[in-house]
């Protein structure tokens, strides 16, 4: 994951971000939804399959605003619980250092904007996400330093 530490060092001057578990649950979650973003058809699979999950859970409306161009609803830590599973969130949490509860807490934060960002144009992209990094320093910025 290299281009992810590269800009995640970017965020604040900090180089090692390394100790914010905030900032090692995005990446993470990056990483979960560009998963096989060169493979499979479109190249989407991570975040395909993370909005089927929630489509899958009855937050179709919620995961369905993320995507579009318009306001993005919120989501509660249980919505994320039940909607991720304990497997995808306990391997988010322990990346990040954190325990369930935590990781579902600050996933609920984060994913509306990251998904959103992840799809610019109201759709999920048929070519991949585009320039990572700066997707990346957006939603990173945005969310560490809101504390």
Do not use: C, R, Y
């Not at 089927?52 to 306001?71: E, K, L, P």
């Not at 039940?82 to 994913?111: F, K, N, P, V």
Request: no cysteine; proline share 3%; hydrophobic share 40%.
């Amino acid at each position: 994951m290299g281009l992810l530490d590269a800009a995640l060092g970017m965020l604040g001057g900090n180089a090692d971000q390394g100790n914010d578990p905030k900032a090692m649950l995005i990446q993470a979650a990056l990483g979960m939804l560009t998963n096989n973003q060169s493979g499979g058809s479109g190249g989407t699979g991570g975040l395909t399959s993370l909005i089927s999950a929630f489509q899958n859970s009855g937050m179709s409306d919620i995961v369905n605003s993320w995507v579009s161009t318009g306001h993005n609803l919120p989501i509660s830590a249980e919505q994320i619980q039940s909607a991720l599973g304990g497997g995808q969130l306990a391997h988010l949490a322990a990346a990040a250092g954190l325990s369930q509860d935590g990781a579902a807490g600050h996933l609920a934060e984060i994913l509306p904007g990251l998904v959103d960002k992840l799809t610019p144009h109201g759709e999920v992209s048929e070519s991949g996400f585009g320039d990572l990094g700066s997707i990346l320093q957006q939603v990173s910025g945005a969310f560490l330093n809101k504390n």
